[in-house]
């Protein structure tokens, strides 16, 4: 069976601080990965999509990136974090066919920029 | 970009009534996923629905593809203290292979 993993669970971060968030997945191959963003209003706002290794597609002009340097690791970085970078960061993965898309969640990271 | 209205933003019921909730877009999906989210925790999903008219079942839930394609609704039978939690719909149009559409989520309460 897949499982997502995503780690840390909670990060407490200073404004200016680097970022770095991971995800893996096991049990599947080339999955097509994904990183929302959720904040306090409930909303899942869709941040990155990968659909292979160093394929990177962007949703949201931002200050975070994404990058996918294994095939079922997906990790989101920021340089310097806002404020507003503050909220729940939630990784995805669905199948590559395109006839079955459903997506599967992580357990989330809980991110705080003081 | 595609919107999805999700209603009722929020509900407070007894334990043993039904519920039921919606979702409805401008345009047309050839998806409909409906998911529950715990406090703390990444949502799960519940159903998937893949066909216009499809009506499937999942223990107390039931949730339907509306023929339009353009809606999607999830009931809750008798419901429990545990059902507490965000429910979201989402759906994939197909103009997008890789992408879902969320609705902003159903808050549901259950008094025991």
């Given at each position: 069976?897949?499982?997502?993993?995503?780690?840390?669970?909670?990060?407490?971060?200073?404004?200016?601080?680097?970022?770095?968030?991971?995800?893996?997945?096991?049990?599947?191959?080339?999955?097509?990965?994904?990183?929302?963003?959720?904040?306090?209003?409930?909303?899942?706002?869709?941040?990155?999509?990968?659909?292979?290794?160093?394929?990177?597609?962007?949703?949201?002009?931002?200050?975070?990136?994404?990058?996918?340097?294994?095939?079922?690791?997906?990790?989101?970085?920021?340089?310097?974090?806002?404020?507003?970078?503050?909220?729940?960061?939630?990784?995805?993965?669905?199948?590559?066919?395109?006839?079955?898309?459903?997506?599967?969640?992580?357990?989330?990271?809980?991110?705080?920029?003081? | 970009?595609?919107?999805?209205?999700?209603?009722?933003?929020?509900?407070?019921?007894?334990?043993?009534?039904?519920?039921?909730?919606?979702?409805?877009?401008?345009?047309?999906?050839?998806?409909?996923?409906?998911?529950?989210?715990?406090?703390?925790?990444?949502?799960?999903?519940?159903i998937a629905l893949y066909k216009a008219g499809e009506l499937t079942s999942n223990g107390r839930l039931t949730a339907?593809?509306?023929?339009?394609?353009?809606?999607?609704?999830?009931n809750i039978s008798a419901s429990i203290p545990s059902d507490v939690g965000i429910y979201f719909c989402a759906g994939?149009?197909?103009?997008?292979?890789?992408?879902?559409?969320?609705?902003?989520?159903?808050?549901?309460?259950?008094?025991?």
């Amino acid at each position: 069976s897949q499982t997502i993993h995503q780690w840390p669970a909670t990060l407490v971060q200073p404004v200016g601080s680097p970022l770095s968030l991971e995800c893996t997945v096991e049990g599947t191959s080339n999955p097509n990965l994904y990183w929302y963003r959720q904040a306090a209003g409930r909303g899942l706002q869709l941040l990155f999509y990968s659909v292979g290794i160093g394929q990177i597609s962007s949703e949201v002009p931002q200050n975070l990136s994404a990058s996918r340097p294994q095939d079922r690791q997906f990790i989101l970085s920021s340089k310097k974090l806002l404020l507003s970078d503050s909220g729940f960061y939630l990784c995805a993965w669905s199948r590559a066919e395109s006839s079955t898309d459903t997506q599967y969640f992580g357990p989330g990271t809980r991110l705080t920029v003081l | 970009g595609q919107q999805l209205n999700q209603s009722p933003q929020s509900m407070f019921i007894q334990e043993g009534e039904d519920v039921s909730m919606n979702c409805t877009s401008s345009s047309i999906f050839n998806t409909w996923l409906w998911y529950k989210q715990d406090p703390g925790e990444g949502p799960v999903l519940l159903i998937a629905l893949y066909k216009a008219g499809e009506l499937t079942s999942n223990g107390r839930l039931t949730a339907q593809f509306g023929i339009t394609r353009k809606d999607s609704f999830l009931n809750i039978s008798a419901s429990i203290p545990s059902d507490v939690g965000i429910y979201f719909c989402a759906g994939r149009s197909g103009g997008s292979n890789y992408k879902l559409t969320f609705g902003k989520g159903t808050l549901l309460t259950v008094n025991p």
